[in-house]
């Protein structure tokens, strides 16, 4: 807030909002008096990412979503054979498979309108969010990221992304 102030040196209307207790991932957004854009844009503080936002928000309308969450693919292999069956008979075996799972990559645009379901001064995260919303069949997509990102919540994680930093092209 001292470095920033209110933004007018950066030519932007900066507001803050602050937690008298720590309310996880989303839930501070409760405190929100008057929003004023019919969607938000929110994202972990500890990510870098050359993220194309616009093609976010274009998807985001074409889906007709209420909420859109950014993605990453993670890979896992795991070093034995997997066994495939049914009542006791195995029907394949891979050896030593690779999945791809779709990871939650901390950046989510939704709809404003929808902070009225988050609880008013309550501990409550993203992943809480998502799950009201998908268990009351409200559109939720998915936005595969194709460039680089990386949580520098950690050192190792930081010290990595400093040093791909300066080959990054961003939009």
């Not at 470095?3 to 720590?22: H, L, M």
């Not at 929110?42 to 976010?56: G, Q």
């Not at 791809?100 to 993203?126: D, H, V």
């Not at 994680?157 to 300066?166: G, H, L």
Request: hydrophobic share 35%.
């Amino acid at each position: 807030m001292d470095y920033f102030g209110n933004g007018e040196k950066w030519g932007c209307n900066i507001s803050y909002i602050e937690e008298n207790q720590p309310l996880g991932t989303i839930g501070a957004l409760s405190l929100i008096e008057n929003i004023k854009h019919q969607q938000i844009l929110l994202f972990n503080a500890d990510l870098l990412s050359n993220i194309d936002f616009e093609d976010m928000y274009c998807k985001f309308l074409q889906h007709e979503s209420q909420l859109s969450i950014a993605s990453i693919p993670h890979k896992i292999t795991l070093p034995y054979a997997v066994l495939e069956g049914q009542n006791h008979q195995i029907t394949s075996i891979s050896e030593k498979p690779t999945y791809t799972y779709f990871a939650n990559a901390g950046f989510y645009l939704f709809n404003a309108e929808l902070i009225k379901r988050i609880p008013k001064n309550e501990f409550y995260n993203a992943t809480d969010f998502v799950e009201d919303l998908i268990q009351h069949k409200l559109p939720v997509s998915s936005f595969p990221i194709h460039g680089y990102w990386s949580d520098i919540g950690s050192i190792d994680d930081y010290k990595k992304s400093n040093e791909d930093f300066p080959n990054l092209n961003f939009f």
